[in-house]
DNA sequence: TACTTTTGTTCCAACGTTTGAACAAATATA
DNA sequence: TATATTTGTTCAAACGTTGGAACAAAAGTA
């Protein structure tokens, strides 16, 4: 039917004989205003269904009750439980939660900051996309004066509030693990060391073998998109090596997954000639054959710390100093994939 | 720094010695107002980095450019394409995209509908919870007179646009598959049968049955939430069946990766035993062991016309009468779980 | 009773933009 | 030259809400 008519707070000020500024205090419960009016403010805007108008307020306040989050990609169970947490603290709030994905597009991801920004978020909390290296488009939500919160994805030179897990101790917890299990020569399968994540995850590796006396090898290390593709890819590469390496750390599940796949194709048995360890705890890591040990990344614990900083930074915006940085305990979730004994 | 003032359309003014409305003429292209007039706005908006108030033109011209998208959950590959779909298309008319997660939950459905309202957004995209039975909630929009679009998990009662594939013509196409490659008995794990989408692939599988000639077996017919665990519990209760099926056809890849292990831990070869095809073809389906045959269901053609029906109804919204129900024909993946030949 | 305080309300300007009407100046038409 | 038209701009109101100042009435205090 379409009611067309939206009622306002002047509807409600004319049933009643009052005037519109009466109508709105009584709504936001004024002090001032009395019990009675009160009471019949709110009757009438019950009868009239009276909705406040979103936007007329946040005109008039300055601020859009928006949330901005950039994601690389929502398919990720990683993204999405982190987003459902964002969500929930923040709706509880009264914020609403505008999700835009990168597709791990530095490009795409400075087309969603502008639209963020051209929405007059509030807020913006964000995981940077791979590709990403330039930091112009944040630097400008910086500049705006927009509270800025990274997660997972962050970049130190920006100098923003972050949550993430510890992904340099993450790695040792990984190489711990394939050492105890008897691996003598572990291969990385890692992201872009320009990344932050990646790179401490890298080093992580890196002196993680030094603490157990591996020796270091060049060709057991390679950096790549983490897709599946990148997976299967890089396998190729490392089962035609002269010597393979016994255990293999993937810093996702999904490049994990590829190169498990590789590993069934050319009969190697998986953890016994090769132990896999993957990242992110993707729910198929659970579910493949063999199932693929796994680091979790606490993402419903991130999310909610990223959106109670968010909610800190705008109760009070002068306390421009002390940034906020949250480095999380990651856990190693083992499965068939690296369990020898 | 956080360069605080912004910069609006009457400090342009000021600038040029010119009134706000003249600049807000120049800069909407209007054709009364001169080019050197233009120009000169042009520069000195550059000047000052202004941005348009967003806020203020929503509150002026009564729509948000805000679209609201519900989805039960972001975490799925058919979704996340879908919704990738409908920003591309939306973005580039100027709309922004508000998504949410319902997680299948009929209450969250409701308190997202409510936000979303609450926002005033000029339309919402939108796949119903499975929970949702009541559509009180999805009234109220349509009540409000805002656009509303439905895709894959619509409502026949609703009598929206609804966007979405062949579900009833994807059974027949799965059942002609299995029966091709020579199974006698087939089962169904299904959804529950309230919703639009399960109810047609249910009626597609018996009429495809009886096309057969195959008998339909009251116990070869289950409903559920179609989660992992919810394919693993029915698959327990079908190979403990007097006379096991040779053939399963399951409406989602996630409870047709729960079935197979079930089936793998019980020494079931996959496909000679049992053939399996699930829906959705989700990345992991490709890559599972063996790979699971499945349903692809068209998402980025699903969300370009989702995203271009609202953009019909909002050029003219007059024109109430016509809806548009556009079913896609889908398409089966026939991988290893169900390629007997 | 006269004065101060409290209570409940109205008044009014503001948030930043848009838009139709009004108007003056420039240009075209008779 | 007088009149009609076009061009470029200003004026003013509006979108719906908010919140401080102003004010009258009621209540409290001397």
Request: proline share 4%.
């Given at each position: ?7 306002t ?6 049933v009643l ?36 108008n ?21 398919n ?7 987003i ?70 962050g970049?130190?030179?920006?100098n923003?509030d972050?949550?993430g897990i ?13 050492v ?15 990344t ?5 995850r ?10 157990h006396?591996?020796?270091f ?31 293999i750390?993937?810093s ?7 190169a498990?796949?590789v ?47 968010f909610?800190?930074?705008?109760s ?26």
């Amino acid at each position: 039917m379409g009611n067309k008519k939206k009622s306002t707070i002047k509807d409600i000020a004319n049933v009643l004989g009052i005037t519109p500024s009466a109508v709105s205090k009584a709504l936001n419960n004024h002090p001032r205003i009395s019990k009675k009016t009160k009471k019949a403010v709110l009757q009438v805007a019950e009868n009239l269904n009276y909705q406040p108008n979103h936007i007329a307020t946040a005109l008039r306040k300055g601020k859009s009750n928006l949330v901005g989050v950039i994601i690389p990609r929502a398919n990720s169970n990683f993204f999405s439980s982190v987003i459902e947490k964002i969500e929930e603290v923040l709706n509880k709030k009264g914020y609403n939660v505008i999700i835009t994905q990168s597709n791990e597009s530095y490009e795409k991801e400075c087309k969603n900051i502008e639209a963020l920004l051209f929405t007059q978020v509030d807020g913006i909390i964000a995981s940077m996309a791979n590709e990403t290296v330039k930091l112009d488009y944040y630097n400008k939500i910086k500049q705006k004066g927009i509270p800025l919160i990274l997660f997972d994805r962050g970049e130190n030179d920006l100098n923003v509030d972050y949550v993430g897990i510890d992904d340099y101790m993450s790695s040792h917890i990984v190489i711990d693990h394939l050492v105890e299990q008897g691996c003598k020569r572990i291969a990385h399968i890692g992201g872009f060391s320009h990344t932050r994540i990646y790179k401490n995850r890298i080093r992580g590796y890196f002196d993680a073998l030094k603490k157990h006396n591996r020796p270091f090898e060049d060709n057991l290390i390679y950096e790549c998109n983490l897709r599946q593709s990148d997976g299967r890819d890089i396998m190729k590469k490392i089962i035609n090596l002269p010597d393979r390496p016994d255990g293999i750390y993937v810093s996702s599940d999904y490049a994990a997954l590829g190169a498990l796949e590789v590993m069934k194709e050319n009969n190697i048995r998986v953890p016994d000639d090769i132990a896999l360890v993957g990242f992110g705890n993707e729910p198929f890591s659970a579910i493949s054959t063999p199932a693929i040990s796994s680091v979790e990344q606490q993402s419903k614990k991130i999310g909610e710390l990223a959106a109670k900083t968010f909610l800190k930074r705008i109760s009070n915006p002068k306390e421009k100093v002390s940034l906020n940085k949250m480095i999380l305990d990651a856990e190693l979730i083992v499965r068939t994939s690296s369990k020898r004994k």
